[in-house]
Structures are given as structure tokens and as C-alpha cells.
């Protein structure tokens, strides 16, 4: 198939610039390997040297699918059972208030076990990365009740977690790097190595990903990266940057957000995922792994579900799958046509960007839409909200630093304010609403739950935060 590979460069060109992106590799695959990589920036902010499609990023939480992938070839060798109780493997996994064996290694890959926001990640980043020096990382440091430097300090912790939980396991779904977490370790288990080394030996290696590992402080990559590594960009607050090339270091979050990769190997390994296991005419990975991963257990539909590691939604006939990733200095975000042999991946080396943009444009390429289309799934009703006081209130979610939303109306409209500014609100039926910053024009949305004629919570993007009673 012949693509217009100049139109799709300058309409990348013209995001990345318009965004003021130091850095970003990118790329796309194909069932006839690579069609379009590409680098764009810089890697260093002192030397000015460029990025390429093999330079080395960290991909964040795109690190997901790996772990979730790891459960999944272990299970199609009957080594562990998604439906295994999380206590099988860790006796004293529990959520406060459900049942010990009824968190399952199914709900922790789902984000379904009810798990809160909550504060480990983050105190895990700022007690043990050497270098961070900021308001975060003093309050980080301030509240944290120890390093959590070891999986048994987080199980504890969600033992004891102060937060509500989120139901039933199953009943809903809130991202929680605690849980995958724990299924970094229940592969240790499960595969009798560690989870670093099943990547290399049964995923990296056979799909011929030459330039990824599974590193938490970024010095194995450095080592293999031969120089070709990016530095970590972020924006100063003045309209500047700063970079540095101090990676974030979270020892019992290994599978949730510790991969270093290039855009080549990354568009590699969905092409792999989208080929049902297969690539380079060789079966690289079982088809009944991927099948688990993404398959025909979850639905298809236009809004994004969450399966294992990975969304999965449909466009103009299409079934996306994807998932983005972002920490200190990294912004990604990669996606595969399911059963259609292509792979897209956008790396960038400035952490709180947006890459989905470019991974749109690339998608929108392959399945023959206008580049500019968007891929957002929430739309206007073209009514409002008939009962608008049942969500009128104060949210919170403590994952780091507590943030708040509140629900209100102003002048007949449907608003709501959190910590970094105000939005309003546009009604797309059910309880899910779009958002717009007032300020920025930024795009967000909202999912309200209702119990007793009253929200008890709402989904803002992935996380729930639950209602502040007055």
C-alpha cells in the first residue's frame, strides 16, 4: 500500500514544533517491516545532539503490556492462572473491606481490584532518586512512611490504606501501578527468574527488539545505548527547559514504568502484538499470549476498554490497541491495528507532553483518514444533563500530592475546578462528560457513578476520585 509518507512528515514536523517538543523519535511498522521512523530535536540541550529512531527513551508506563505479556505467555504454559487470588502468591495481599481471595491476578492487570489512588509511586520516586530537589519531592518525603523500596512495603500499605476502597473486586476500574506492581513479582514467581530477565529471553530478543531492557536507574541502557541516549527534558516554569539525566528510580515498580527503548524496537513490538505473535515470518511470541493480552475475552467497542496493559477500542472499522506512558523527562505513547500486522509508537524526552497527537496522525495514515481526524470517544448529546445537583460537590484522589475537583454551576453551565485551573463541562450521555480547560482549550473527560441519587465518585481520565463529604 502506497502512503503519502511527505505529507505525514510535515504534519508531524508541524505538531512537534507547534508544541515545542525537544525531542521525539518516531515510527511506524508494517507488514512489510518498517515503513516511516524518524527522529525530530535533540537529545541534549548543551551539545544539540540529534535524536534518530534509535536513540534511547524511557516509555514510562508502556512498560504495562510487557509485564501483563509476561502473565500471559506464563499462562498459555500453564504456570499461572489469571484467576489465581493475588494471596496464592503473596499471603498477605489484601484490600481492606473485600474478600483476601477474591483479588485475582486478573483484576490487578485490569485496574479492577479496587486499589484507591494512592500515594507509593510517588513516594517510592522521591525517596529513592537521588537528585530531586522540588516542592513534590519535600512533601513526598515529608508524608512517606518509608522508602517503599520493596514490594512487601506496598502490599502492606494497601492493607492498610486510609482511602475508601473502590468496591468489589470487578466492580470498577481505577489505574493502580500498585497492582502491577505486584505482577512484577508474581512473574518472578510464577516464570522461576526475574521479570528483567523473562523480557530479555522471551520477549525482547525474539521479537528482535536489539536496543530495550528492563532497567530501573538507566544504567544497563546507557551502557547498551552506545551514546545514543536522550536526556531528560522538562519545562522550567518560564517558558524554558531544563534537562537532566536523572531517571526516575522505583524499585518495586519495575514492570509498571522501567523499560528504555528506542522507537524502532517499540513500533517492533506492537507490529508483533498485531501479527498475533508473529514477526519477520517467525512465530516470535505464542499467538495464545497475545490472544489473552487483547483478544476476544474483552469488547470491542468505540470507547476504550481496558484489558491487559493495553486499551482496546474501535475507529472506522479498525480495533485500536494502545496505551501511553509519561514520568520525569519521558511523554510516550504506542498503538497496533489489532490483526492487521502495523505497529505505531511516538517517544518524547520531555516528561507532561502529549505524543497521542502523533500517534493519531500515524493510525490515521494506515486506515486512510484525514491526518488532522481526531480519536477522542466522547461526544456531545447535543442536551444537558437533566440532573446536574446530583454531581455537584468536592472529589479527591491522593495519588501524590492530593488533588481536588469541584462540580458546580455558573450561569446555567456546568463547570468544574481542580488544582491547575477551570473547565467546562459538555454532556455525552449517560454520566460521561467532555472537559475544556477555560485557560488552555485543553481536552480532558469525566465519568460520573452514581449511588443513592448522588455521585460518589468520579473518573477523571483513569482515576477515581471519590467524593468529599461536606
Known sequence: MAFDLQKLDAALQGYIEKKKLPGVSVAVNGPDGVIFEKGYGIA?????????????????????????????????????????PVSKYFPNFRVPGNPQQDVTLRHLSMHTAGIPPME????????????????????MKRTAPNKMETIDQVIDYIANCPYPTLGQAGEYMSYSNEGYAILSYVVDIAAGITLEEFLMERVFKPMGMTRTVLDLDGSEATAMAGGNITRLFEEDGEGGVTCDDEWSILPPFRGCA?????????????QCLSNRGMIDGVQAIPAEAVELLVGAGFPEQEKAFYCYGLNKRTKAGHVICEHSGGLHGVS????FLKDENYGFVALCNQGDSDPEPLVWMMLNMVMGLPLEESHRWVHPAGVDFAEPEMLFGKY????????????FEEEGKLMARNDYGTMELTYCGGTWFSTRRLDTGALGRMHFLIRDGKAWGVQVYTRIYQRIED
Open 120 to 139: 507509593p509511586l510517588e513516594w517510592s520516586i522521591a525517596l529513592n532518586t537521588p537528585g530531586r530537589d522540588s516542592e513534590w519531592a519535600r512533601e
Open 258 to 270: 522501567c523499560v528504555k527503548s528506542t522507537a524502532h524496537d517499540m513500533a517492533r513490538y506492537y
Open 44 to 84: 541534549d540541550l548543551e551539545t544539540r545532539r540529534s535524536v534518530d529512531e534509535n536513540t534511547v527513551y524511557g516509555i514510562a508506563s508502556m512498560s504495562k503490556s510487557m509485564t501483563t505479556l509476561a502473565c500471559c505467555i506464563l499462562a498459555a504454559e500453564g504456570k499461572l492462572s489469571f484467576d489465581d
Open 396 to 407: 479527591i484522589c491522593h495519588e501524590g500530592i492530593p488533588v481536588t475537583v469541584e462540580v
Open 332 to 335: 510516550s505513547q504506542g498503538a
